[in-house]
């Protein structure tokens, strides 16, 4: 059977402060320069979700694409968007939200509710220049 690659988009803004808590306010500027900013900053991420699999001989789907559309933005928009990650999102109380955190985050948050036969990868833009991807290992 072929396997097919789905896509959905979607997007979230929210602001962050990139630092280390245990250093002093100069290593943080050193090392995380204008994002270390006391007062934060913000971003529009872009969040685009690959699912992987097989496609059902009776739906013709390999993933309802209103279901995923659901689950994102459940899960990942109404939790993320318009939020201090720092201060307002559980999982960034102690982690750093660097985009490689929040994309790993966001991979575990979906991942758990999607169906272990497919594939999951998420790419996260940060800017329209910087972006990650991250598909569970």
Known sequence: MAKVTVHRKAHFNAAHRLYNADWSDA??????????NPHYHGHNYEL??????????????VMDMKILKDLI???I????????LNEE???????????ENIV??????????????????????ETPRNFVTYSGN
Not at 49 to 56: E, F, L, T, Y
Not at 77 to 84: I, L, T, V
Not at 89 to 99: I, M, Y
Not at 105 to 123: E, G, P, Y
């Open 27 to 36: 290593r943080n500027a050193t090392v995380f320069g204008k994002c270390a």
């Open 48 to 61: 685009i979700v690959a699912v992987k699999g097989d496609i059902n001989p009776v739906t013709g789907f």
């Open 73 to 75: 933005a459940h899960e």
């Open 77 to 84: 928009e109404d939790k993320f968007d318009h939020k201090n």
């Open 89 to 99: 999102v559980f999982e960034f109380k102690e982690l750093n939200p660097t985009a």
């Open 104 to 125: 790993v985050v966001i991979w575990n948050i979906l991942r758990a509710k999607i169906d272990t036969k497919l594939q999951l990868s998420i790419t996260l833009y």
